[in-house]
């Protein structure tokens, strides 16, 4: 009997939901990424699916970070706006 390590996570939920709610072009690479751990798993190649565990594990969180970055700097230049707009009655 073959001695296999634990199938890793690949984090599918985490790279759908980050694609449809936060930031697409980072989030796809996750898929990408994601949808390769079960298949290597199944081929033997272990860390080649550990590898891409992480990689989708790192760009759903690439993907959240950059969404968050932009509703951070659209609420400023909003908000720079707003106070502009209202000093200048």
């Known amino acids: 009997m073959e001695n296999k ?3 890793p996570n690949n984090y599918l939920a985490l790279a759908i939901i980050s694609t449809i709610l936060c930031c697409l072009p980072t989030g796809i690479v996750s898929i990408v990424y994601s949808t ?6 199944e081929d033997g190649k272990y860390d080649e699916a550990e590898k891409a565990s ?10 959240i ?11 400023l230049i909003f908000g720079v706006a707003m106070f ?5 009655r």
């Open 84 to 88: 502009a707009a209202m000093t200048n």
């Open 5 to 7: 390590p634990q199938r």
């Open 36 to 41: 390769k751990v079960n298949n290597l798993y």
């Open 54 to 63: 992480k990689n989708a594990k790192t760009w759903g969180i690439v993907s």
């Open 65 to 75: 970070v950059a969404a968050a970055v932009g509703v951070i700097i659209y609420i």
